[in-house]
């Protein structure tokens, strides 16, 4: 069977670099008066699980090959962190921004997502 190429997500990966970083900042800055470490730790997971995990076929360097529904759920936990981290820390017009970026994220990513989708079996496979 032919494999699907993989689709073209430049502006995908724009917003959803964007949203990555809202995310980034965010979360600490909602967790930092909670707790410090918590604050550290939510970034190192943030930014270390998706470096770490990846799909073959969407990033040029795997370091550990999972299946595509885990690149997916990755991605979901960026956009949910940014959204909920902007509501706690943030005034509600900059929350509602978050939370209109991270809606056009998702719906910019249904191309990507669906490839990945085809990716589950390949990459069980390997």
């Known amino acids: 069977m032919p494999s699907t190429p993989r689709p073209d997500d430049r502006v995908a990966s724009a917003f959803r670099f964007a949203t990555?970083?809202?995310a980034w900042v965010a979360t600490p800055w909602a967790l930092a008066p909670h707790s410090?470490?918590?604050a550290v730790l939510s970034v190192v997971v943030l930014i270390g699980?998706?470096?770490l995990f990846s799909t073959?076929?969407?990033k040029r360097n795997v370091i550990?090959?999972?299946?595509?529904?885990v690149t997916i759920a990755l991605v979901l936990l960026q956009l949910v962190a940014a959204?909920?981290?902007?509501?706690a820390a943030w005034p509600v017009?900059?929350?509602?921004?978050v939370s209109v970026?991270?809606?056009?994220?998702a719906v910019l990513e249904l191309p990507r997502w669906r490839w990945l989708l085809t990716r589950r079996a390949r990459a069980s496979a390997s």
């Open 36 to 38: 410090v470490p918590l």
């Open 101 to 105: 970026l991270a809606v056009v994220t």
């Open 64 to 69: 550990v090959a999972v299946p595509g529904p």
């Open 83 to 87: 959204v909920a981290a902007a509501w």
């Open 20 to 22: 990555e970083l809202v």
């Open 49 to 51: 699980l998706p470096t």
């Open 56 to 58: 073959p076929g969407d």
């Open 93 to 97: 017009v900059v929350a509602v921004a």
